[in-house]
T-cell receptor, first 115, second 116 residues
Framework: AQTVTQSQPEMSVQEAETVTLSCTYD???????LFWYKQPPSRQMILVIR??????QNATENRFSVNFQKAAKSFSLKISDSQLGDAAMYFC????????????FGQGTRLTINP | EAGVVQSPRYKIIEKKQPVAFWCNPI?????LYWYRQNLGQGPELLIR????????DSQLPKDRFSAERLKGVDSTLKIQPAELGDSAVYLC??????????????FGEGSRLTVL
């Protein structure tokens, strides 16, 4: 079974600075997707960024980018120019490219933005 | 476009009482998921539907939990009787499973259950 590990329960960063959240995963598959989801307090989980495993280029979405290291099974999220609205729980998630379509989530990292 | 709608948002019950949660997925999404999220943890899948069929319910505690997805649209998750350990947020999500599947799940705001 696939597992996702986020080793940083909490992170904090100064507003306008850059922060990197770590994620590692374990799988024997070659075809899969990786995601970062954001969950603000008492609000719904929303997709931040997605990476297809077959793509070598790292995904970027405005201030959010990933560092996808397939061989190392690492998938970190970098947030540049941090804003107060970025404060939330961030979850790394894995989905197989075939068969089961469920998302397997990590334990989450709580990100605090200091003004 | 309307998102995934869940109700109720909050529910407080005493142990051994029944409770039900309702989910209306995004229109056109054929796959529906129920996840349970304990405090400070990541969500864990309870059950996944493709249309009306429950294709993955291996993590659903079937002695007290049940779910249904009538007509392949709305879904209801029921707990009877509830136990103290069932206190959690129950998340519903939907996606479209097809050739252009991006794998993204769309989540509702969740139903927070407190069992006293």
């Amino acid at each position: 079974a696939q597992t996702v590990t986020q080793s940083q329960p909490e992170m904090s960063v100064q507003e306008a600075e850059t922060v990197t959240l770590s994620c590692t995963y374990d799988t024997s598959e070659s075809d899969y997707y990786l995601f970062w989801y954001k969950q603000p307090p008492s609000r719904q989980m929303i997709l931040v960024i997605r990476q297809e495993a077959y793509k070598q280029q790292n995904a970027t979405e405005n201030r959010f980018s990933v560092n996808f290291q397939k061989a190392a099974k690492s998938f970190s999220l970098k947030i540049s120019d941090s804003q107060l609205g970025d404060a939330a729980m961030y979850f790394c998630a894995y989905r197989s490219g075939q068969g089961a379509q469920k998302l397997v989530f990590g334990q989450g990292t709580r990100l605090t933005i200091n003004p | 476009e309307a998102g995934v709608v869940q109700s109720p948002r909050y529910k407080i019950i005493e142990k051994k009482q029944p409770v039900a949660f309702w989910c209306n997925p995004i229109s056109g999404h054929n796959t529906l998921y129920w996840y349970r999220q304990n405090l400070g943890q990541g969500p864990e899948l309870l059950i996944r539907y493709e249309n009306e069929e429950a294709v993955d319910d291996s993590q659903l505690p079937k002695d007290r939990f049940s779910a249904e997805r009538l007509k392949g649209v709305d879904s209801t998750l029921k707990i009877q009787p509830a136990e103290l350990g069932d206190s959690a947020v129950y998340l519903c999500a939907s996606s479209f499973l097809g050739p252009a599947n991006t794998g993204e799940l769309f989540f509702g705001e969740g139903s927070r259950l407190t069992v006293l």
